[in-house]
């Protein structure tokens, strides 16, 4: 969930109604004070480390959650200041080096995954978006030519759609040279 408070991104994961993830206290307490012996010890410190491990891996996902929405913000600051008609040309590997992580773990934790903003709900790979060379200098996300071509194509008579030429023509008309190759 991302709100703004002032001039700051509030960033916190939707996982408030779930239970604290937590180890029972008398396992502990027992293992500590020895009340387990050979086999049975051996297995419940096994199972005392997996639990910590998966405590630990979950507090870990978290923090990587909030990480890469951060980054995400900063790459795309447009967006979030309320202007949803522009996406800045935004790859995976780009916030995995914003973050030190491995571009695995980018796609891993924004496959599949939602960010409640103040303009909707958006799932993360939303924010990803290819660039798109115009020839005279201007590096565009594919995301603004793509929003272009549809208000072009929402205003055409449905009964005689435009073809790839007359749209390419429309696109050129506002500003975006593009093949026809580009387009279809």
Known sequence: IVKKDGGDWVIS???????????????????????????????IKNKLDSANWFIEAVKQRRITMVSVMRAIIKYQPEWFSGDMDHLRPLKLQ?????????????????????VDTPYGVFELKYYFTDALDLGDGRVLGTFVIKRELQNIINSENKKSPFNDDTLVEKLKDKGYKLARRTVA
Request: aromatic letters at 10%.
């Open 94 to 114: 780009d916030i995995a080096e914003e973050i030190g992580m491995d571009i695995s773990t980018i796609s891993r934790s924004t496959r599949g995954k939602f």
């Open 13 to 43: 994961t939707n996982d408030g109604g779930l239970p604290e993830l937590r180890i029972s206290q008398s396992y502990e307490q027992q293992f500590q004070n020895g009340e387990f012996a050979g086999a049975a010890k051996k297995f």
